[in-house]
């Protein structure tokens, strides 16, 4: 994290040299200077954001704060951190702040929403998107919606929020797995299903949509693992989880069969499954 302002300093040099031989004023050269370290700082920025430990970037942010304290985009920065770090009363506030200020937008207001469905606040999310114009329609804003509207089991808008949402992304598999998950909590085995090998179709990598996918077609009795790409590993967890299901269920003998066979495809000891077969009597 030194090489930002090792740059800055070449550039330092580089600059300085430049005007010397070209009779380029030293407020010419301090300007260009200046302009270097705020583009290297927004690099760094960036990487905070994305390939940073969420824990390392908050201290990083924080540490930028103390030598410009009214830098929005700081604040924002270090709200996006705390958030990947968990720390959801800590990025509520700074958003908070950032929103009662005359540079908070919607978007602010968007990513309070999001860290307030985090925090399971649902009542304060709701507030906050209502507080948003009806004339913002984006992705984030109808993904929340739908999530906000599921949280009071207003299916039918939640269906609606969530079907604009998908049609306005090219990435909507995150989407489909909340709709799929939404279906699963109605009772709805066959819709969840469908919208959870949809999600698929798009990140055919996405596990937490192959587990939700097998224990949708559990609801419906259907214990055989569907046709997804998966490894050796992954499919001996989602046998694991229609076992867990069928047992739920009731239907026992098909949960203790499914247990076994959990042990025997795991490329490594299965330790949670041979203890739910010891207690069933296996």
């Known amino acids: ?39 290297d700082q927004t690099n760094l920025n960036d990487i905070m954001l994305t390939v940073g430990d969420p824990k390392e970037a908050v201290t990083y942010f924080k540490n930028a704060l103390t030598i410009t304290p009214d830098k929005v985009d700081l604040k924002r920065g270090l709200a996006k951190s705390e958030a990947r770090a968990g720390l959801y009363t800590e990025a509520a506030a700074v958003l908070t702040d950032i929103i009662a200020s005359p540079e908070g937008t919607d978007a602010d207001r968007l990513a309070l929403a999001d860290i307030q469905i985090r925090s399971n606040d649902w009542a304060q999310a709701e ?3 209502n507080a948003i114009p009806p004339t913002v329609e984006s992705f984030e804003r109808y993904r929340l919606e ?54 698929l179709t798009y990140d055919p990598t996405m596990f937490t949509a192959k587990n939700n996918l097998v224990m949708s077609r559990a609801m419906q009795h259907k214990y055989d693992l569907p046709v997804v790409d998966m490894t050796q590993d992954e499919r001996a967890k989602l046998i694991y989880t229609a076992a867990l299901a069928a047992v ?11 247990l076994q066979e959990a042990i025997d495809t795991s490329p490594v000891y299965f ?12």
Not at 271 to 282: F, N, P, Q, T
């Open 146 to 199: 739908a999530m906000v509207a599921d949280s009071k089991k207003e299916w039918k808008k939640a269906d609606s929020f969530y079907s604009i949402a998908v049609g306005m992304t090219t990435k909507p598999q995150g989407v489909l797995n909340n709709w799929g998950y939404s279906k699963m909590s109605r009772g709805d085995g066959p819709g969840a299903e469908k919208l959870f090998v949809q999600a």
């Open 248 to 258: 739920k269920q009731g239907d026992t003998v098909t949960g203790k069969r499914l």
């Open 271 to 282: 330790e949670e499954a041979a203890r739910s077969l010891a207690a069933l009597g296996g």
């Open 127 to 129: 507030a906050t998107l």
């Open 1 to 39: 994290m030194r090489q930002p302002g090792i740059i800055a300093l070449c550039l330092l040099g580089t600059v300085t040299l430049t005007a010397c031989q070209h009779g380029v004023s030293r407020s010419q050269a301090a300007r260009a200077v200046a302009e270097a370290q705020v583009v």
